[in-house]
């Protein structure tokens, strides 16, 4: 496994999650690195992106609630998750792509939001 994806858990809803994605120096330093996720019953979406020089994208619906991070020391990736709701319940998915290497994808953590 290229992409080592790991954090995930239960959490009450209002609560805080921190995932992290370990990876090759070589995938790191070349890939725009991210997350997505699948909630049951529904298709794949993603949720948020880093670029090598550290532009961000987010999904709408996690919008001031989630921060993505680049660790260049440590060839992570982080995905910060704070003020969590029942429908961030998913399982998430670490990714990273560059022309040159193409896409790999991590293992798939779980995150269940539930009282």
């Known amino acids: 496994v290229q992409l080592q994806a790991s954090g995930g858990g239960l959490v009450q809803p209002g609560g805080s999650l921190r995932l992290s994605c370990a990876t090759s120096?070589?995938?790191?330093?070349?890939?725009?690195m991210g997350w997505y996720r699948q909630a049951p019953g529904k298709q794949r979406e993603p949720v948020a992106t880093?670029?090598?020089?550290?532009?961000?994208n987010y999904v709408d619906s996690v919008k001031g609630r989630f921060t993505i991070a680049r660790d260049n020391a440590k060839n992570t990736v982080y995905l910060q998750m704070n003020s969590l709701k029942p429908e961030d319940t998913a399982v998430y998915y670490c990714?990273?792509?560059?022309?040159?290497?193409?896409?790999?994808w991590g293992q798939g953590t779980l995150v269940t939001v539930s009282s």
């Open positions: 990714y990273a792509y560059s022309m040159v290497l193409g896409a790999h």
């Open positions: 120096r070589s995938i790191f330093s070349n890939s725009v």
């Open positions: 880093i670029a090598r020089e550290d532009s961000t």
